[in-house]
């Protein structure tokens, strides 16, 4: 069954329809490779590509009785080829056309997620450019740290997505394989050069080896790395939530004319398109699981991995182009609030400004235990008295012993922590 999010293309390819087509188009081209072997006469050939076709509820009607598929499928292009259908599947097993024209279907796949992937990397480098330098608080474990910008932020998820290209690349050409060797894939009824002939014009490589199907460690890869750039796309969701807290409220992600945030609350402008990514990453891991559990088969086959690869194969990419275009979405219409980013950033007093003052201190012969110590004694007057840092520092004895009130202000720029942010973009390429 299609998900109710998926997108026309990523719908498309995993249609009856298709699939019925890329299991078609290898019966044929394995009668074409038969024909050149002479084992098929070329009027026979001819009569067979012209007649040759399928009814999706016709072979759903004859499955009711075969309880076999292919076996459904190829009594219906019988009854359109005629006589000449005897020489189709020839030497073939299911899994011969299954699996070869799976592979098919799972590159033309790959092929979207990569262009959906290169969209959302464009927007982020619109917006990474966009927010080079507009300064804001980073954090760890959730509390102020030390300043950043949004630029370096958005930079990183930058970085991240080329790496899921890199990741989807390696998907597609693991998977671009297929394999015509017949029972047990020993080839006995078959010879090798069809399985050459089919996979040259599909595209795709002949697997080294193959038993009655293609090894599984494959599929479990392809969907692994689909789930890996779940992860990467919820890792962004999450930031983007934590940074909608109304708390914190320095990005939002878009909220339309006319949307609603909640039934009860008319006020509420709620994350919901970043919760749903985090939401659907569970299932891609979940999917990817299963691939996992796909790869040990019974001796040289059998069917408990079909199954389960009807629903995780479709659903796992159909669910990822959809988040992906989700994510292009939300970065393209992202709100900003650099004024927010400003007010957070000076709600600690200046202390995330003290790991470069420990800094200073150290240049100026102070041993690091003591720095630290003074240090971090002013930063808890900062804590429990709600003082001003910087005030802390002036009037602490030992800190005024080897700084000069003078300089204390020029420690609090936040210049100081920009002046490399040219160099980090240059490093990941925007």
Known sequence: MIPRYSLPKMSAIWSDENKFQKMLDVEILACEALASLGKIPEEELKKIKSKAKFDVKRIEEIEKTTRHDVIAFLHNIAEYIGDSSRFVHQGLTSSDILDTGLSVMMKESADIILEDLKALKQELRKKADKYKYTVMVGRSHGVHAEPTTFGLKLALFFDEINRCIERINRAKEIISVGKISGPVGTYSNIEPYVEEYVCKKLGLR??????????????????????????????????????????????????????????????????????????????????????????????????????????????????????????????????????????????TKGLVFSARILVELEKRGVERRRAYDIIQRCAMKVWEKGVDFKDALSSDSDFIKVVKAKEIEGFFKVAYYTKYVDAIFKKVGI
Not at 250 to 262: L, M, R, T, Y
């Open 206 to 347: 002949p697997a080294n080896i193959s038993t009655q199907i293609l090894q599984r460690d494959r599929h479990a890869e392809y969907l692994s790395e689909i789930a890996i750039i779940g992860a990467t796309l919820e890792k962004i969701a999450t930031e983007f939530r934590n940074l909608q807290k109304t708390e914190v409220r320095e990005v939002e992600e878009p909220f339309g004319k006319g949307q609603k945030g909640s039934s009860a609350m008319p006020h509420k402008r709620n994350p919901v398109m970043c919760e749903r990514i985090a939401g659907l990453a569970r299932v891609l891991r979940a999917n990817a699981m299963v691939s996992m559990e796909n790869v040990a088969l019974w001796h040289e086959r059998d069917i408990s991995h079909s199954s389960a690869e009807r629903v995780i194969i479709p659903d796992s990419t159909i669910l990822l182009d959809y988040m992906l275009n989700q994510m292009i979405e939300i970065i393209r219409g992202l709100l900003v609030y650099p004024e927010n980013m400003a007010a957070n950033l000076a709600k």
